[in-house]
T-cell receptor
Framework: DVKVTQSSRYLVKRTGEKVFLECVQD?????MFWYRQDPGLGLRLIYF???????EKGDIPEGYSVSREKKERFSLILESASTNQTSMYLC????????????????FGEGSWLTVV | DAKTTQPPSMDCAEGRAANLPCNHS???????VYWYRQIHSQGPQYIIH???NNETNEMASLIITEDRKSSTLILPHATLRDTAVYYC?????????????FGGGTRLMVKP
């Protein structure tokens, strides 16, 4: 089974702190994603990566950065946490588009609940 | 990606089949139907997907109408642990970028 593991389930951080959210997948997937999910707003894409050291901005990249030094690991960084970044953060992965027979399914981690106070 | 329409909520008795409908009348020929579910406070979980033919796996069955304008997810023997919000998504498989928009979904309540 595909496993996407997020390092922290629940975090509480202070405004202005630097926050690292780590994600690891064990299926050798090329694509990895960071979303945030908020009530009434659904899933919003922050950043995604289609290869090591590659990154692309999603819909809401402001206030975030990412790092993909190894294929299996994709980190989300909040440079200076703010209260409006309180949310549930979801990491996901999927195989590259050549895997057409699989329908290119996206697999999600358990989520990280971040509260910024 | 095509828009989908699902009922906001459904109840099902434990041990009975849960049939969750989804309308996607504007689906294109190269778009797949995906089903995910989200149990409270957890990440979305992939259930099943299909293009034209009916599909079955260890979790569920997916029935797609011949015109592909609607589909039904079937959980054959619902358990209390199947209580979740179920999302039907239609998308092109070619690029798994940001094109994953979850609508309102159907909140399935499995009752003893």
């Amino acid at each position: 089974d595909v496993k996407v593991t997020q390092s922290s389930r629940y975090l509480v951080k202070r405004t202005g702190e630097k926050v690292f959210l780590e994600c690891v997948q064990d299926m050798d997937h090329e694509n990895m994603f960071w979303y945030r999910q908020d009530p009434g707003l659904g899933l919003r894409l922050i950043y995604f990566s289609y290869d090591v050291k590659m990154k692309e901005k999603g819909d809401i990249p402001e206030g975030y950065s990412v790092s993909r030094e190894k294929k299996e690991r994709f980190s989300l960084i909040l440079e200076s946490a703010s209260t409006n970044q309180t949310s549930m953060y979801l990491c996901a992965s999927s195989p590259k588009e050549g895997f057409r027979l699989s329908g290119n399914t996206i697999y999600f981690g358990e989520g990280s609940w971040l509260t910024v106070v | 990606d095509a828009k989908t329409t699902q009922p906001p909520s459904m109840d099902c008795a434990e041990g009975r089949a849960a049939n969750l409908p989804c309308n996607h009348s504007t689906i294109s020929g190269n778009e797949y139907v995906y089903w995910y579910r989200q149990i409270h406070s957890q990440g979305p979980q992939y259930i099943i997907h299909g293009l034209k033919n009916n599909e079955t796996n260890e979790m569920a069955s997916l029935i797609i109408t011949e015109d592909r304008k609607s589909s039904t997810l079937i959980l054959p023997h619902a358990t209390l642990r199947d209580t979740a919000v179920y999302y039907c998504i239609v998308r092109v498989a070619a690029w798994a970028g940001n094109m994953l928009t979850f609508g309102g979904g159907t909140r399935l309540m499995v009752k003893p």
